[in-house]
């Protein structure tokens, strides 16, 4: 009885283990590889397909959903069907109510695709554009007589979300050197690789919205049909945002250690920068003062310049009308002083002979006084006085003007160079004007370049601070990085756990190939004839192949056992056969 309660004990220790265990179950998890394929026939259609590959590494038996972006919910097929298409906001999610799967084991579906990308091929013959008809699954174009065809590939992002990203591109190349030879690129690739039936070449980069490949081949044979045929590079774009993220990564670890190592703390950096750029921008606030001062300054002298040369020539001026004056004023005063001198001499005359005729003067006198006029004598020599006194006074008079024009002539050289000296510091004032302009124009110059140093030290400064401040990733990245990687392979049932690991996104663009024809085919003399005549035609040939290989090996088998075999028997034996021959040719010809 104690045996069976331990047994007992045990069992129910065993499934309470169990039941916890199974609650926490190890995680299924499930690698998934996502192609979408492009078909392209240019001018006429673009389709995608999308190609989901879920490889379990456990086993699974539940309900599961995968979602998948950028596709629609039309022409779905699988390895399993699914038992419905849900919408999830920008996802389309496949469910499966019942589905079990073994370790290793893979479950494949296709479902139509969005559009993301918009192929175009232009395709050129010496120069000239080719209008190629590629409705038929193929590309075919006329160009008789061309030596180099041109190939342009052109690939457009036309989803809004994805043309913000840069994606990796890669565009490889076979060729057949017989035919086509490569000889020119739009970019060089980064792999070419040569030998006696091929001519492989690859290109890898990076997209921004767009990219664009061009490359010339020569013409080097055609088929019988005169077609020469170009492959279709193979072009895949891989939306794995995962190598973005690394380069972004990169990108700024690299920028920051550079940062560091050119500019030590960079708090420290930005603290002495804006210190700079501040000083910089009152230097130039006060050298634009400046220069606004010497603006005002060069105006007053300019005036002061102007009023100087004014002033110089009216003092000119009244010189000239003095000089003019004093030639005029010079000759009067000799006249006068000639006249006075003269007057006097008349005067004495008077004067003595006054006396001597006294007695006429007396009869004059009363003749004059009957007349009505009271003169007398006296009154004579007083009038005789009166104007001797007015001539000295005059002569006075006449001394005192020349001494003034005397005075005049000695300070009218000093008057000259004093209005060349006014009219030299005009010019200097004039010069000095235009100095105190130029440097005015000079200091604002200074000033400008200043504010443009503080404009570029402020713009590296807000770059830097954005740079350090702003997030790792931009929004664009993030939302197209939630989209990829929200493309998961998710479990339905409680208790059980699925993680995803994408192993790749990739779109692959099928191209179409090209055929050219370069030339007519040249089987213009050719007869066609049918199975039966040909079979007869040939068969003659036929038999003497097969007979002259059956005495060759007779010949060599026999050659080391008969080695006396004549030069006879062997001629006779070669008349048999050739006889036979002509038989059997005469009766097939019959």
Request: proline share 3%; charged share 20%.
């Amino acid at each position: 009885m104690m045996l069976r309660g331990v047994l007992t004990l045990l069992l129910i220790l065993l499934s309470i283990t169990s039941v916890v265990y199974s609650g926490y179950a190890s995680p299924v998890n499930v690698r998934k590889t996502i192609i979408r394929e492009l078909d392209v026939l240019p001018g006429c259609s673009e389709n995608t397909t999308v190609t989901v590959s879920l490889v379990f590494d456990s086993g699974f038996n539940g309900s599961l959903a995968d979602y998948i972006a950028f596709s629609g919910d039309q022409a779905v097929s699988a390895t399993v069907q699914p038992s419905q298409i849900v919408q999830a906001g920008s996802l389309i999610g496949l469910v499966w109510n019942k589905i079990e799967v073994q370790p290793g084991d893979s479950l494949k579906y296709s479902i139509s695709g969005k559009n993301l990308f918009h192929v175009k091929v232009i395709l050129e013959a010496d120069g000239k554009t080719l209008q190629p008809d590629c409705s038929k699954g193929y590309c075919y174009a006329t160009a008789l007589r061309s030596h180099l065809i041109n190939y342009t590939i052109v690939v457009e992002a036309i989803d809004d979300l994805v043309k913000k990203q840069q994606l990796p591109i890669s565009i490889s190349w076979s060729v057949d050197p017989l035919y086509l030879y490569p000889v020119k690129y739009s970019d060089s690739p980064q792999s070419l690789r040569e030998s006696g039936t091929e001519v492989a070449f690859q290109w890898t980069s990076f997209m921004n919205e767009s990219y664009r490949l061009s490359v010339v081949f020569e013409i080097r044979g055609e088929n019988p049909w005169g077609e020469v045929l170009l492959p279709a590079p193979t072009v895949t774009i891989s939306l794995d945002p995962r190598l973005q993220s690394s380069l972004i990564e990169r990108y700024r670890s690299f920028t920051l250690k550079l940062l560091q190592e050119n500019l030590g703390n960079v708090t420290s950096f930005k603290e002495n920068v804006t210190r700079l750029r501040d000083l910089l921008y009152n230097l130039s606030t006060g050298f634009e003062e400046e220069a606004n001062m010497l603006d005002k300054a060069a105006v007053q002298v300019d005036e002061a310049s102007k009023a100087m040369s004014n002033a110089a020539a009216q003092i000119s001026n009244g010189m000239e009308q003095l000089s003019k004056a004093k030639l005029s004023l010079k000759l009067g005063l000799e006249n006068a002083s000639a006249a006075v001198d003269k007057a006097r001499v008349n005067l004495e005359k008077i004067r003595s002979n006054v006396s001597n005729i006294d007695l006429k003067l007396v009869e004059i006198i009363t003749y004059l006084n009957l007349t009505g006029t009271n003169l007398t004598t006296k009154d004579i020599h007083l009038l005789l006085d009166q104007a001797e006194k007015n001539l000295t006074l005059f002569q006075s008079e006449l001394v005192k003007v020349k001494s003034m024009i005397e005075q005049y002539s000695s300070i009218e050289a000093q008057l000259t160079q004093a209005v060349e000296n006014m009219r030299l510091a005009s010019l200097k004032l004039t010069l000095m004007a235009s100095t105190l302009r130029e440097a005015s124009g000079r200091l604002r110059e200074l000033a400008k370049g200043l504010r443009q140093a503080a404009e570029l030290i402020d713009s590296t400064l807000l770059k830097v601070t954005q740079l350090l401040d702003s997030p790792a990733y931009p929004e664009s990245f993030k939302q197209y990085n939630s989209t990829i990687f929200a493309q998961k392979t998710l479990s339905r049932t409680p208790g059980l756990e699925v993680n995803t690991e994408l192993m790749g996104d990739v779109v692959y663009v099928s191209l179409p190939i090209v055929k050219i024809k370069r030339s007519e085919p040249q089987i213009s003399g050719v007869s066609l004839e049918t199975p039966a005549r040909k079979i007869h035609a040939y068969w003659p040939l036929a038999l003497s192949v097969i007979a002259a290989g059956v005495y060759i090996v007779m010949f060599r088998r026999r050659s080391w056992t008969s080695e006396k075999t004549s030069t006879a028997d062997l001629a006779n034996r070669i008349g048999i056969l050739k006889a036979k021959l002509q038989s059997i040719e005469v009766r097939s010809h019959g």
